[in-house]
């Protein structure tokens, strides 16, 4: 978890600096995103640490989420630039489409629902029940 963050903050940094030396590889923006997800990933898995250690969905339904956000990034980055009049996806140009729903849509939808969903079982303290059960 601290891994995580260190690695996400020492990504960020890095791209900052190669930015401020000059560089134009493609990496930088790539290692900005990773860095920029990495970080988030770490805050979410600091969040859901309960008595010593993660609790188990709410873990795995983290690391899938920022997996698909960091790939969501990636895979942007990587794409040629949209042309006029090129494909749309949802009505939108194709790598904004594909930003929003990594980036925006699927971690707003999902980590809610992992949370109430994981919330009884794995969130709650032990003997403490929830007011509807």
């Known amino acids: 978890m601290i891994a995580l963050l260190v690695a996400g903050l020492l990504g960020i940094v890095g791209a900052y600096v190669g930015v401020l030396v000059g560089?134009?590889?493609?990496?930088?923006?790539?290692?900005?995103?990773?860095?920029?997800?990495?970080?988030?990933?770490?805050?979410?898995?600091l969040?859901?640490?309960?008595?010593?250690?993660?609790?188990?969905?709410?873990?795995?339904?983290?690391?899938?989420?920022f997996s698909a956000m960091a790939a969501g990034f990636v895979g942007v980055l990587l794409m040629p630039a949209p042309i006029a009049g090129g494909p749309l996806l949802l009505g939108?140009?194709?790598?904004?489409?594909?930003?929003?729903?990594?980036?925006?849509?699927?971690?707003?939808?999902?980590?809610?629902?992992?949370?109430?969903?994981?919330?009884?079982?794995?969130?709650?303290p032990r003997g403490v029940r929830s007011p509807d059960a």
């Open 23 to 45: 560089l134009t590889s493609p990496l930088v923006p790539i290692l900005m995103a990773l860095g920029t997800t990495a970080v988030l990933a770490g805050i979410a898995q």
């Open 47 to 65: 969040a859901i640490v309960r008595a010593g250690g993660a609790t188990r969905t709410l873990a795995r339904t983290v690391r899938w989420v």
């Open 92 to 124: 939108l140009p194709r790598l904004t489409a594909i930003l929003l729903l990594s980036v925006g849509a699927l971690p707003l939808v999902v980590l809610p629902i992992a949370y109430a969903r994981a919330f009884d079982a794995e969130v709650m």
